[in-house]
C-alpha cells in the first residue's frame, strides 16, 4: 500500500529577518532545523527554542522559506508524476493552506508569464507536465476544472460564453461509472501532443480561472482548481491502460471570522468549509483497510466525487503540500492547517514514511542508471576507437553486444516490473475475494450455524498458506531476471580485457621499480669508489652509471606513464566495478522492492488473518468446551452429573446467547429489511420523480415542438409580408428615384436660367446704373434750363405786367381820347377813328405774332441743348420680355413712367426723346409733335 506524503512550506515575508546562526532557524511564528528537514515547530510567541505552547511535529519534508521551486517540486511532486508515467499509476497532487499562502505559487509558480523549461518560478504542474512528456508514445489530454460554491466549471470549454475571461459558464455534473471512474459531464478534454501544448492550455484555464476577493487577499481563489492530465497507455492486443494525474490546487483553508466574510462570501466560506472537511474525511477513510474501512462519503461533495479514483492509497500516488504563513498574526490559522497536515500525516502507513524507498522510484533509478551506463558506454567506446585502431573492430563488437545485452536488461526489467505490477493487483485482488470469503464463513459461525464447517474453515485455511507461500516465497521470476543480469556483468568481454590490460600494467609496474631499485644501489656504489681514487675504472663505472642514470630517468619516465596509463584504467576499472556494484545493488533493491510490495499485499491481508485468529480462537473456545466435558466425563458419576448439569445449563446458556445473538440478528435483519423498505420506498419516490420529471420533460418538448411549429407558421408569414413589404417599398423606391430624377433635371434648368438671369440681370444692373448716373446729369442739365426758364418766366411776367400797364394807359388815354371826341367830332370822323382803331389792334395782333429776338436767342438754346442730349445716348437696348425681368427689375422710381408704359416696350431713345420733347414743351410751349 503506497502512504500518503505530507510536506509543509513555509511562506516568505517581505520584512522577514535573515534566519539566525544557531541550528535553530525560526521564521515569524515557525521554526524548522537546519539540519533536519522534517522538523517543525509552531510558537505563538515565547523564547527562540520551545514557547510554552509549542507544537513540534515532524513531517515527510519541511520547506523553509528560502527553498526554492525546484527544490519543492523535486522532493514532493516529482514522485507521483514518475509513478503516473513509468508505473501507470493514478497520481493527486493536493496544495492546501489558507489564502495567501502560498498554494497557487506552489502550484502554477508564474504559468501566465513564463511557462518555459527554464525558468526558476515555474510551479509543479509546469514541472510536472514536463517530466511526464519525457515518455512518449502515450495519448494525452487535459483538462482544467474549478469547483465553486459546489459548481463545477470547464474552464477549457470552448463555448461562446467563456470567450469572454470571467464571464459566467454553465455549471456541469460529475458522472461516475463503477469501472471508467468519475468524469465531468459535457467538459472539453484537449488532445495535447507535446509539454508546450499541455502548459498553453492549462495556462489559458489559469486565465479564466475566477477571482473573488476578501478582505484577507485582494485576489484570492476563492475555488478549487482541478488540473486533470489523462494518460491513454496503448499496448498491442490489450486493453488500452488509462491513468490519471490530478493536481489540486485547493481553495483557501482560512475560518470564517479572520476573512471578516458575511452574506455571500460567507455562503462561499462554508461551501469550501464543507468540501474541505469531506476532502479529510474521504482521505481518513480511505487510509483504514479491511473491516476497519467504513463508509467513505465520496458524494459529499463534487471534489471528493471527481477525484473518487483518484484518492485510494492502495491504487494511487497522493501527496499533500501544505502551505502556512509564519507571520506571527497569521499563527491560529497556521496551527490549525498544520492540524490538517497532522491528521493527513496519522493516516494508516503514512507516518515516518519520509519518501521511504517504495517500489516505483527505485526501478526507475534502475532504468536511468541503465541509460546513464548506455550512454558512458557509446562514449568509452568513441574514445578507445580513436585510441585503439587496430581493436576498433573487435571493441565495437563487444560494445553492440553489450549494448545489445543492456537492452536486453533494460526491456526485460520493464517486463518484469510489468509482471510484478499485474501480479501485485491480482494478489490485492485475491485478497479482498479471501476477505470476503473470511467474512461470510465468520458470520455463518457466530449467526446461523452453531457448528462451524470444519470443511470451510479448513479450505479457507489451505488458501491463506496458499496466499502466504505465494507472498512469502522469493519470486523465482526475481531469480531468474538476476541471474541473467549477473551473467550479463561476468560476461563482459570488456571488463575482462580491462582487468588483464590492468594486470600487465602491474606487472610492467613491478618490473620497473626493480630496475629503479637496482640504478639506485649501483649509483651509491659510485659515490663511494668516486671519493677514494680517479681511475679508470672508476671512470669507467662513472660512464656506466651515466648510463644507467639515463637509463633510470628514461625508465621513470616510463614509468610515470605506465603509471598514469595504469591509474587511468584503475580508475575506469574502479568506475566500471561501482557501476555494476550499483547494479547489482539496484538489482538487489529490486528483489527488495518485490517483496517489499509482497509485505504490502500481506499487509492488506492482515486482516484476514486477524479474521482467521478470531475464527482459531471461536475453534479453540469450542475445543476447550468439548475437552472439559470428555475430562468431567472421566470424573465420578455426580460430579459427572453436576457437570452434566452445568454443561447443561451452559448449553443453555449457550442457547439462550444464540438465541438472543439470533434474535440480536433478527432485530438487525428486521432493521435492515425496514432500511431496506425505506430505501425501496425512496427509490420508489425517486423512480415516481424522475418518471413525473421525465412526463414532464416530455410535456415540455411537446410544447416547445407545438410553440416552434408557431413560431415557424408566424416566420413563414411574417416573411411572405415582408417580401410583400419589401416588393412595395422597392416599386415606390423606383418611383421616387424617377420623380427624383426628374427633379434633378428640372432642378438643373432652372440652375441654368438663374445663372443666364443672373448674367443679364448684371448687365441690366449695371446699364441701370449707367442710365441712373445720366439721368442725374440730365436732371441737373434740366434744372439748369429750368431755371433759365423761370428766369425767362419772370421777365415774360414783368413784359406781360408792363405790357397790362401799358394797356391800361391805352384804355385810360382812349378813354380820355373818347371823352375828347365826345365833345368836339361829327359822325363822319367817328367812323374814321372806329377804323383808325381796328387798323391798330390789327397791327398790334401782328406786332405779337412776329418774334422777339430774345424769345428766338432762347430757342435756339434749347434746340441745342436738346440735340445735345440726343447724341449722347447710347444705342438702343434689345427688348426684353417683362416676365423674365419683372423680379430683376429696380422699382419703378429707377426709370420714368414712360420707360414701363405699354407693357415696357418703349425704347430708351424714345424715353429720351419723351423727356426732351416734354422739356420743350414746357420750355417752348406746345411744339408739334414731328419737330
Ligand atoms: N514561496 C514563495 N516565494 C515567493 N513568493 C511567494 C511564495 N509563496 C507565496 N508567494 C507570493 O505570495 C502571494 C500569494 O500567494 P498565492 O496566490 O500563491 O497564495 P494562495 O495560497 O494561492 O492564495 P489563494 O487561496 O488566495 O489563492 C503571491 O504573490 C505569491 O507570489
Known amino acids: ?46 523564547s527562540e527554542t520551545t514557547g510554552s505552547d509549542a507544537d513540534e511535529q515532524k513531517y515527510d519534508y519541511v520547506f523553509p522559506p528560502s527553498s526554492t521551486q525546484s527544490k519543492l517540486y523535486e522532493n514532493t511532486a516529482k514522485r507521483v508524476v514518475l509513478a503516473s508515467r513509468d508505473y501507470s499509476r493514478d497520481g493527486t497532487i493536493f496544495f492546501y493552506g489558507q489564502t495567501g499562502a502560498g498554494k497557487s505559487y506552489s502550484c502554477f509558480g508564474d504559468i501566465l508569464k513564463a511557462g518555459n523549461a527554464a525558468s526558476d518560478e515555474n510551479g509543479v504542474v509546469v514541472r510536472g507536465i514536463r517530466d511526464l512528456f519525457e515518455e512518449e508514445g502515450v495519448q494525452r489530454s487535459v483538462s482544467f476544472y474549478e469547483i465553486f460554491k459546489e459548481r463545477v466549471y470547464d474552464l477549457l470549454a470552448t463555448t461562446k460564453a467563456s470567450k469572454n475571461v470571467g464571464a459566467k459558464l454553465p455549471s456541469l455534473n460529475v458522472r461516475t461509472h463503477p469501472t471508467k471512474g468519475s468524469w465531468i459531464e459535457g467538459a472539453a478534454e484537449i488532445d495535447v501532443d507535446s509539454a508546450d501544448a499541455c502548459i498553453d492550455a492549462v495556462r489559458k484555464g489559469f486565465k479564466q480561472r475566477a477571482i473573488g476577493s476578501t478582505a484577507m487577499n485582494e485576489q484570492s481563489s476563492r475555488s478549487h482548481g482541478v488540473v486533470r492530465l489523462k494518460n491513454v497507455r496503448k499496448t498491442k492486443g490489450k486493453t488500452p491502460i488509462i491513468t490519471y494525474l490530478t493536481f489540486v490546487d485547493l481553495a483557501g483553508s482560512e475560518r470564517q471570522t479572520d476573512a471578516k466574510t458575511t452574506g455571500e462570501r460567507l455562503k462561499e466560506a462554508s461551501s469550501i468549509n464543507k468540501s474541505l472537511s469531506t476532502l479529510g474525511s474521504v482521505i481518513f477513510a480511505l487510509g483504514k483497510s479491511g473491516n476497519d474501512r467504513e463508509h467513505v ?304 499485499s500481506t499487509h492488506d491481508k492482515k486482516d484476514l488473518e486477524d479474521t482467521k485468529a478470531q475464527v482459531t480462537k471461536h475453534l479453540a473456545t469450542i475445543k476447550m468446551g468439548k475437552e472439559l466435558v470428555a475430562k468431567l466425563k472421566r470424573n465420578h458419576e455426580e460430579e459427572m452429573t453436576q457437570l452434566q448439569t452445568e454443561l447443561f ?139 433759365d426758364m423761370d428766369t425767362m418766366t419772370s421777365n415774360v411776367k414783368y413784359l406781360q405786367g408792363e405790357n397790362q400797364e401799358l394797356e391800361e394807359i391805352i384804355i385810360r388815354l382812349e378813354n380820355m381820347q373818347q371823352g375828347l371826341d365826345a365833345g368836339m367830332s361829327d359822325p363822319l370822323e367817328q367812323r374814321e377813328e372806329e377804323e383808325e382803331e381796328e387798323e391798330e389792334e390789327e397791327e398790334e395782333e401782328e406786332e405779337e405774332a412776329s418774334p422777339n429776338p430774345e424769345d428766338l436767342l432762347m430757342e435756339q438754346r434749347a434746340r441745342q441743348v436738346l440735340e445735345e442730349a440726343t447724341l449722347n445716348l447710347p444705342p438702343s437696348p434689345p427688348p426684353v420680355e417683362t416676365s423674365v425681368y419683372e423680379d430683376a427689375l429696380p422699382d419703378e422710381n429707377v426709370l420714368p413712367d414712360e420707360y414701363t408704359e405699354s407693357g415696357g416696350c418703349v425704347s430708351k431713345n424714345e424715353a429720351v426723346v419723351g423727356v426732351s420733347r416734354q422739356t420743350r414743351r414746357s420750355i417752348l410751349g406746345d411744339l408739334p409733335d414731328n419737330e
Not at 435483519?669 to 420506498?681: E, G, I, M, R, T
Not at 423512480?687 to 416552434?708: F, G, K, Y
Open 649 to 787: 445449563e451452559q448449553s443453555e446458556n449457550l442457547v439462550r446467547s444464540k438465541d438472543e445473538s439470533d434474535n440480536d440478528l433478527k432485530v438487525k435483519l428486521a432493521a435492515a429489511f425496514k432500511d431496506n423498505a425505506v430505501l425501496v420506498q425512496r427509490l420508489k419516490s425517486i423512480t415516481d420523480e424522475r418518471d413525473s420529471t421525465r412526463s414532464q420533460l416530455e410535456n415540455a418538448a411537446t410544447t416547445i415542438e407545438t410553440l416552434e411549429t408557431n413560431l415557424s407558421s408566424a416566420r413563414k408569414d411574417v416573411e411572405s409580408e415582408m417580401m410583400e413589404r419589401e416588393a412595395g417599398h422597392k416599386k415606390r423606391t423606383n418611383e421616387l428615384e424617377a420623380e427624383n430624377a426628374r427633379a434633378y433635371e428640372r432642378a438643373d434648368k432652372w440652375e441654368r436660367i438663374a445663372e443666364e438671369n443672373t448674367t443679364k440681370i448684371q448687365t441690366l444692373t449695371s446699364e441701370v446704373k449707367r442710365l441712373t448716373k445720366k439721368r442725374s446729369d440730365d436732371a441737373f442739365e434740366l434744372e439748369n434750363l429750368q431755371e
Open 297 to 600: 462519503p465520496f458524494r459529499d461533495s463534487k471534489l471528493t466525487l471527481l477525484l473518487k479514483n483518484s484518492l485510494d492509497p492502495a491504487t494511487c500516488e497522493t501527496c499533500v503540500v501544505v502551505n502556512v504563513s509564519p507571520c506571527p498574526k497569521q499563527y491560529f490559522e497556521t496551527t490549525s492547517t498544520l492540524k490538517f497536515a497532522r491528521r493527513v500525516k496519522m493516516i494508516k502507513g503514512t507516518a515516518g514514511a519520509k519518501f521511504d524507498a517504495g517500489p516505483n522510484p527505485e526501478v526507475a533509478d534502475l532504468v536511468k542508471e541503465i541509460g546513464r551506463l548506455k550512454m558512458e558506454l557509446s562514449s568509452k567506446g568513441q574514445e578507445e576507437a580513436k585510441v585503439d585502431h587496430k581493436g576498433a573492430a573487435e571493441k565495437d563488437l563487444q560494445i553492440k553486444q553489450y549494448a545489445r545485452r543492456i537492452e536486453e536488461l533494460s526491456s526485460s526489467t520493464e517486463e518484469t516490473s510489468n509482471r510484478f505490477r499485474a501480479k501485485a493487483i491480482e494478489d490485492n485482488f485475491i485478497a479482498k475475494l479471501h476477505n470476503a470469503t473470511i467474512k461470510d464463513l465468520l458470520l455463518k459461525l457466530q449467526g446461523q450455524n452453531p457448528d462451524p464447517n470444519f470443511d470451510d474453515l479448513a479450505t479457507l485455511c489451505e488458501e491463506i498458506d496458499v496466499l502466504r507461500r505465494k507472498t512469502d516465497l522469493p519470486n523465482p521470476e526475481i531469480g531468474f531476471w538476476r541471474m541473467k543480469y549477473e551473467e550479463s556483468v561476468s560476461d563482459n568481454s570488456e571488463v575482462k580485457s580491462l582487468r588483464a590490460v590492468n594486470e600487465t600494467i602491474a606487472n610492467e609496474k613491478q618490473q620497473l621499480q626493480q630496475q629503479a631499485e637496482t640504478a639506485q644501489a649501483l649509483m651509491a656504489k659510485n659515490q663511494a669508489t668516486s671519493a677514494s681514487n680517479e681511475t679508470a675504472a672508476a671512470r669507467e663505472a662513472e660512464r656506466q652509471i651515466k648510463s644507467l642514470q639515463d637509463n633510470l630517468e628514461s625508465l621513470e619516465n616510463r614509468l610515470d606513464g605506465t603509471t598514469k596509463a595504469n591509474q587511468t584504467l584503475s580508475d575506469n576499472n574502479a568506475q566500471l566495478k561501482s557501476h555494476l556494484n550499483a547494479a547489482t545493488i539496484q538489482a538487489a533493491k529490486l528483489e527488495h522492492e518485490m517483496s517489499q510490495v509482497s509485505v504490502a
Open 1 to 46: 500500500m503506497s502512504s500518503i506524503r505530507v510536506a509543509v512550506r513555509i511562506r516568505p515575508l517581505p520584512d522577514m529577518s535573515s534566519p539566525s546562526k544557531s541550528n535553530i532557524q525560526k521564521h515569524g511564528c515557525v521554526s524548522t532545523l537546519l539540519d533536519d528537514e522534517t522538523f517543525l515547530q509552531v510558537s505563538s510567541g515565547g
